[in-house]
C-alpha cells in the first residue's frame, strides 16, 4: 500500500514558512468547495449587487470566496498581504516577519457558478523584497516562490508548485488534501485547442492564420478537438492533463487581452513551464512580463511546447 502524503507534509518538506501559506489556501479551499457544493441549498447563487474593481458584476460566491481567503492567510504567520481580485488595493496583516504576498483569483469563472460547471482559486506566491509592498507585489512571474490553483469539481483538486515540479492533491471525506500526483507533466503536443472561437472575428490576423493551420494539421500533422469551459482553471487543468493549447488572444474589445498578468496568467505559466509547458502573451514569455499594476490585464496563450512556440513565431513573423 503506497503512503499517503498530505499537502501540509508535501510543501514542510521545502519550507516550514510556505507550509503556512499553502495551509491557508487549504483551509480556504475546504470551506469554498463546501459553500459550492451545497449552493443551490444556501442562497449562495447569483449576483451580489456589486460590481468590483475590474467593472464586472460580483457574485456572491466571489465576495464570499473572497473574504474566507483573506480570513485564512490573515491567519497564517507567514503571509505579510494579499492581493485579490476583488480588492482595489493589497490587505496587508499585522504578522511580525512575515514575508510572503498571497496574489490570489478568489473564485475564477463566475459566469459558470449559476450552472453548476467548474470554478477555481487560482494563487501566486511573492517574496516581499525589502520592506516595498508595492515593489514586490509588481515582481515578475519568474520571481514566484510558489503557485497553484483550486479546482472545485466532481474532485476538489490542488495543483501546485514551489519551484520543484507540479504536484496534485485531492480533497478526501475527511477534509485533507492528499497527494493524488507528484510529477505532473504536460504532453508535448495536442489533442485540444481552447479559445472562445466567438471572439475570431476581433484577433489579430495572426491568430486567426494559427487556428486554421491546427484545423489543417499542419503542426506535425497532428489533428485537433476543440474545448472550452469559459472557467480558466478548468480550461487550463485540461490542457495540463491532456496536452494541447489553451488561447485568449487580444481582441478589438480588450486590446490588451482580457485575463490578469498576477493572479491568472502568471501562476498557471508557472506551473506550465514547472510541468514542461509554456505561456506566452503572444511574443513574448508570460513570465518575464514587467508588471506594472496590480489588476493588469494580457493576452494568454498556455499549454503544450509545441502548439505555444508555433504560436510565438507566428505572432513575431507577423510584426
Ligand atoms: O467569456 P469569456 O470572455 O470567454 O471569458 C472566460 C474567461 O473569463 C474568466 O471567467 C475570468 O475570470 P473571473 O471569473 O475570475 O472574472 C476566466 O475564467 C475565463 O477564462
Ligand atoms: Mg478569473
Ligand atoms: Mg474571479
Not at 518575464?288 to 513575431?316: D, M, N, W, Y
Amino acid at each position: 500500500m503506497t503512503t499517503k502524503v498530505a499537502l501540509e507534509q508535501h510543501v514542510a518538506a521545502g519550507s516550514p514558512e510556505l507550509r503556512e501559506v499553502f495551509g491557508g489556501v487549504a483551509a480556504a479551499a475546504r470551506e469554498i468547495a463546501k459553500q459550492i457544493r451545497l449552493a443551490g441549498l444556501s442562497d449562495a447563487l447569483g449576483a451580489y449587487g456589486a460590481v468590483n474593481v475590474q467593472g464586472e458584476q460580483q457574485q456572491k460566491l466571489d465576495v464570499f470566496a473572497n473574504d474566507v481567503m483573506i480570513k485564512w492567510l490573515g491567519q497564517a504567520a507567514s503571509v505579510a498581504a494579499c492581493v485579490s481580485e476583488e480588492d482595489e488595493a493589497p490587505v496587508v496583516f499585522a504578522n511580525a516577519g512575515a514575508k510572503y504576498i498571497v496574489i490570489f483569483d478568489p473564485l475564477d469563472g463566475s459566469s459558470n457558478i449559476d450552472v453548476n460547471v467548474n470554478v477555481g482559486t487560482i494563487f501566486s506566491v511573492q517574496e516581499l523584497q525589502g520592506g516595498d509592498l508595492d515593489a514586490s507585489i509588481l515582481q515578475q512571474g519568474t520571481k514566484q516562490v510558489a503557485a497553484g490553483y483550486v479546482v472545485y469539481g466532481p474532485s476538489t483538486v490542488m495543483v501546485m508548485t514551489t519551484g520543484t515540479g507540479v504536484a496534485a492533491f485531492t480533497l478526501d471525506d475527511n477534509g485533507e488534501f492528499i497527494r493524488s500526483n507528484d510529477a505532473m507533466q504536460m504532453p508535448e503536443q495536442g489533442p485540444y485547442y481552447s479559445t472562445n472561437e466567438a471572439n475570431a472575428a476581433s484577433w489579430p490576423e495572426a491568430y486567426r492564420e494559427y487556428l486554421a493551420m491546427l484545423l489543417r494539421g499542419d503542426l506535425n500533422g497532428k489533428t485537433y478537438s476543440s474545448r472550452y469551459i469559459g472557467s480558466l482553471v478548468a480550461d487550463f487543468h485540461r490542457t495540463l492533463l491532456k496536452g494541447g493549447v489553451f488561447l485568449y488572444p487580444p481582441t478589438d474589445k480588450a486590446p490588451k487581452g482580457k485575463l490578469r498578468l498576477l493572479y491568472e496568467a502568471n501562476p498557471l505559466a508557472m506551473l506550465a513551464e514547472q510541468a514542461n509547458g509554456a505561456a506566452v502573451n503572444g511574443p513574448e514569455r508570460i513570465m518575464e512580463l514587467q508588471p506594472e499594476q496590480i489588476h493588469q490585464r494580457t493576452a494568454l496563450i498556455v499549454g503544450s511546447k509545441r502548439e505555444v512556440e508555433a504560436l510565438q513565431k507566428a505572432v513575431l513573423e507577423a510584426r
